[in-house]
């Protein structure tokens, strides 16, 4: 089966390491605690593995996913295993300038949204944004062509 051309991927920016190594490291501790009482045939075997098996699926989700992906007419942030959200460039006027904590978007009916790029590597973050605003631009262009 052929994949629609919208949802090639063009770019990925990475997750940042000391995040990934959190979740590991809460995962680790669960999977300690969860084998511990398991041994001493304690129920908290029971009460240790349900976090065990949440963490466990969430460190193996951050570790196969990339943070953000930039695709021909959109990009995804993908912040945890709950949370994808996608923001259309065509509805986007501008990108302002990026903080430390993220960068604003303004839409096209002067609403602004603030993007978070916490869990993003720090090396990244520029890019990321400079790419939005090459894609935004772009989408801009072609809708005057129009």
């Known amino acids: 089966m052929r994949k629609n051309e919208d949802d090639i991927p063009l770019q990925y920016f990475e997750r940042n390491i000391m995040v990934v190594i959190v979740f590991l490291t809460i995962t680790a501790f ?8 398991y041994v001493e045939v304690s ?3 029971f009460i240790y593995g ?3 098996i949440i963490f466990g699926f969430m460190s193996l989700w951050l570790v196969l996913n990339p943070y953000a992906i930039i695709y021909k007419d959109k990009f995804e942030i993908k912040k945890s295993l709950l ?3 996608y923001w259309y460039f065509i509805d986007i ?3 302002q300038e990026i903080n430390s904590s993220g960068f604003k978007i303004i839409y096209n009916d002067d609403d602004e949204e603030m993007i978070s790029t916490f869990g993003i590597k720090p090396s990244h973050k520029k890019n990321f944004r400079d ?3 090459h894609c935004v631009c772009k989408s801009l262009v072609v809708e005057r062509d129009e």
């Not at 669960?30 to 009482?37: L, R, W």
């Open 131 to 133: 790419a939005v605003n």
């Open 30 to 37: 669960f999977g300690y605690m969860t084998y511990k009482s």
């Open 43 to 45: 129920p908290l075997a």
């Open 93 to 95: 006027k501008s990108v």
């Open 83 to 85: 949370s994808n959200k």
């Open 50 to 52: 349900v976090p065990l």
